[in-house]
């Protein structure tokens, strides 16, 4: 796989204030992604996961440090262009599926392409494809809610890649799936990293998707103590359980 970074950061501290209160999320993150990687961030509850994904994601400022996308310092651009990046270069998959109720699964995948005015012929043909890609593609004249939770967050991975973005954010994407349903989620993402060669970065305490990481990152207080590579399991590995 090509060593090519795709996502950096540098210093990265976010500080959440209420009244005189300040509560530190990240206490200067300094991480790098290169393309076709699988990477889980794992700690305990409180430990900052979720804030960093925001960061990295665009979803929200950093106090201070920064982000940068395939080179681009994300502090540089304006909101307006800040949304057309995500848009364009980043998938993201959330633990409530997020599938918009009134769209068939075809029409939820293929919305990212209509948002980049992708003409309607050649959207639905991508989302189907990745569809049959997932085996799913039976789903695509369904709504979501006929659909189970482990079928949704299918539906929400083919909605994040069919785009082809540089990078794939998945905050905890198992926490509301069974095990089976947990099984089969990994071993599709898994199977589009190979395949495709899809960048995954994903927040997880899921002790099933943190063995199939190739490469572990633990935030602990904010700080990432732990860079490991390689495959799972990750025995010696103590992850308290939290969201």
Same mark, same amino acid.
């Given at each position: ?7 950096? !950061? ?11 209160? *300040? ?8 991480? *790098? ?6 990477? !889980?961030?794992? &700690? ?13 994601? &665009? ?31 980043? &998938? ?34 991508? !989302? ?101 590579? &390689? ?13």
């Amino acid at each position: 796989m090509s060593p090519e970074t795709v996502l950096r !950061a540098e210093k990265l501290v976010k500080v959440y204030r209420s009244d005189s209160v *300040e509560t530190p999320a990240l206490r200067g993150v300094d991480l *790098e992604i290169s393309r076709g990687e699988f990477t !889980a961030v794992a &700690g305990p509850s409180g430990s900052g996961k979720s804030t960093l994904l925001h960061l990295l994601g &665009g979803l929200d400022r950093p106090t201070s440090g920064e982000v940068f996308l395939e080179g681009r310092a994300l502090s540089s651009l304006s909101s307006e262009e800040l949304a057309r990046l995500r848009l364009e270069r980043i &998938g993201f998959v959330f633990q409530s599926y997020n599938l918009i109720p009134v769209l068939t699964v075809l029409e939820n995948v293929a919305f990212v392409l209509e948002l980049r005015g992708v003409p309607k012929k050649e959207r639905e043909r991508r !989302a189907r494809e990745i569809l049959s890609e997932l085996g799913i593609e039976k789903y695509a004249d369904q709504f979501p809610h006929r659909l189970s939770g482990g079928e949704q967050q299918r539906v929400a991975v083919a909605r994040a890649v069919v785009g082809a973005p540089a990078i794939v954010l998945a905050d905890e994407p198992t926490a509301n799936l069974d095990g089976e349903n947990s099984r089969a989620l990994i071993d599709l993402m898994r199977r589009l990293n190979d395949s495709r060669e899809t960048t995954f970065l994903f927040a997880t305490h899921d002790s099933r998707l943190l063995d199939r990481a190739k490469r572990l990152l633990i935030l602990e207080d904010g700080r990432i103590t732990a860079d490991r590579a &390689g495959e799972g399991p990750w025995d010696s590995v103590q992850v308290t359980q939290g969201a």
